[in-house]
């Protein structure tokens, strides 16, 4: 396989998972967990695919993507993961071209499961209220962009949700999608919901039952059709010491209960 090209960004993965992003350029840098090194020194005459070791870690030289961004990403507030990043962005459609706002962004977490299926004919628009992980959760997502082959049209706003509805007009009328994760989101829905388009869908990420009755409430009062409520399940399994395979010991985590909306045409004057 031919060797990398200068600047190519590579994942460096160790056998578990964990996984290291840097770009191959000349100079130190600093990569937590692996120290500091040269990337484009360590890196010369390896191509993905190799075997390379670093410090004492041993790693396979692969090329980055969501798993590896997800694994290797700088984190301030709580992310939204796998587990409802995938279940959100299947119920409501979300895909390559779609119009899509979400916030608060935090770190970006959701955003980057959000970017990774909504191609360059996508566009994604997020806010966020704390300019300190607007920072963290903008340098998760330029990184992310810089070894996507495709990436949404991406505009970060910063401000509050509940007052951002004309800005965010401004850049692209007629949201397909919206999800809303911030403390308080029934306070935000209604100006939210005006974003989007008939048919089109918001969801609030709740990790309490009390965010999600007042967010039920206040979806239904501003005549959103409430589509699933609930919580996504992970069990996971694993191979049993004398053979077989059976669920794990460590307990089922709970990560926040989701909530549904799609926006309907108002009912028809008597
Ligand atoms: C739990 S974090 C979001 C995590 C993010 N969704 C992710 O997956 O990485 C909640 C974020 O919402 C922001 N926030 C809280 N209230 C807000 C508001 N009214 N408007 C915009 N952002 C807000 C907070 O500053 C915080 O960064």
């Known amino acids: 396989m031919a060797e990398g090209a200068r600047g190519e960004w590579v994942a460096l993965r160790e ?11 000349p100079g130190e840098l600093k990569v937590k967990g692996l120290g500091r090194f040269d ?9 993905t695919g190799d075997r ?5 870690k041993s790693l396979t030289i692969v090329d980055p993507a969501l798993p590896e961004a997800r694994r290797n990403m700088s984190r301030r507030a709580q992310v939204i993961g796998a587990k409802d990043s995938g279940f959100l962005i299947s119920w409501m459609g979300i895909g390559v071209g779609s119009k899509v706002l979400e916030g608060g962004h935090g770190s970006g977490g959701l955003a980057m499961h959000l970017a990774n299926v909504m191609g360059a004919s996508g566009t994604l628009v997020s806010v966020e209220s704390r300019p300190e992980h607007a920072e963290v959760g903008r340098d998760n997502m330029v990184r992310m962009q ?23 007009r401004g850049i ?6 919206a999800i809303i994760d911030v403390a ?28 999600l009755e007042r967010s039920w409430n206040e979806c239904e009062n ?25 669920p794990g010991n460590q307990p089922m985590g709970h990560t926040a209960f989701l909530l549904i909306a799609a926006r309907v045409a108002p009912d028809e004057e008597e």
């Not at 308080?184 to 965010?211: D, M, N, S």
């Not at 589509?227 to 191979?239: C, I, L, N, T």
Request: aromatic share 10%.
């Open 15 to 25: 056998d578990d998972g964990r996984a290291y992003l840097l770009q191959r350029s």
């Open 39 to 47: 990337a484009e020194k360590i890196l010369d005459g390896y191509s």
């Open 52 to 56: 390379i070791v670093v410090g004492q």
């Open 146 to 168: 810089s070894f996507m082959s495709e990436f949404p049209e991406w505009h970060l706003i910063e401000g509050d949700l509940g007052e951002v509805a004309e800005r965010a």
């Open 172 to 177: 692209c009328d007629n949201f397909d999608a």
């Open 184 to 211: 308080e989101p029934w306070v935000v829905v209604g100006e939210v919901a005006t974003l989007l388009r008939a048919g089109g869908r918001l969801a609030c990420y709740c990790p309490t039952t009390a965010q």
């Open 222 to 246: 501003i005549g959103l059709i409430v589509e699933w409520a609930g919580e996504m399940v992970e069990r996971r399994w694993v191979k049993a010491s004398k053979g077989g395979v059976r």
